[in-house]
């Protein structure tokens, strides 16, 4: 099931009994976790019978235990539980036992963050696919970015110019999230009946020391130590993912290195040619190939479960901003 089936099928009143939710996009799982139980649970229930579990600091028997206590009296309930692959395969299969026979008036959501997100080739994954309903959460492609970017700002009685359009969705790399905040500062900061240009974005996202992901890649190109680092932390205070920012990092170095070597960028990335050019003149191929390998392993060591998403995230800056000198 795709994410839009999903809104679809839930906004027309259709439950399945159990979902599983994953992909590379935290913010969208958990709002889809969030808009699955509000429309499943009448308002007064919400705040009492919608249960979250978080499977790394919670014992198998512990949640089965939760899962034996059924609504009484015609109530609903909804049990989120995350990190759902922290469980050993017998305790899986113990989980996936309490589920039969199904109750009506119980929905149970399944998640993986992207840090570790499984392969659908793995046996854990399989044997999530035969119990669950799944649905895959991505980055937005550009053209969806722009399509909810549009709809956003036309409730907020504002227009945009193609420039900024294709600034804005490269700033908010597909994080549906970021998109969110984006406009939502833009929709303040303007005037209804007014149209968004280029201008708008710099002031919005970088003059008022709004703390982006772009200008985070953009002060690591540069060698900006101490900004690179607040901002790390300031995204991170803001509810900024460690996978979500490390992402677009790692895309940053990837277009910088394909700039280097003259390669043509994705279409939705040539208004950034002449920065990418200028950035990447400060930098050797190897050094660039250096960068992405720093990326890369940190993206492994995230899905290894080696370190704290927050801790690799820092000591990657910290790596990059080496390499910069």
Known sequence: MTPRELRTEVGAGKFAAVY???????????????????????????????RKIDARKTKCPDLLAEMST????????????????????????????MLEPTDPNRLIVLRTPSARLPKKTSAFFKKVSRQATVVEFNKLDPNDSERIIRARLVKGSLDIDDQALGMLVELVAGDLGALEAECAKLITYKEAGEVITEDDIREVASGHEVFSVFDLADQIANGRNRRALAQVRKLLAEGSTADAILYFVEQHFLFLYLTKNRKPLPPARRWLARKLRNQANRFTNERLESNLQICAETTASLRRGGLKPEAALEALVVGLLEQAK
């Open 20 to 50: 599983y939710f994953f992909g590379t996009e935290d913010y969208r799982i958990v709002e889809a976790e969030k808009y699955v139980a509000s429309q499943f649970l009448p308002d007064r229930q919400l705040t009492t019978n919608y």
């Open 70 to 97: 059924y609504p009484m009296l015609g109530e609903r309930q909804v049990l989120a539980v995350s990190d759902i692959q922290s469980y050993q395969p017998r305790e899986l299969d113990r989980v996936f036992s």
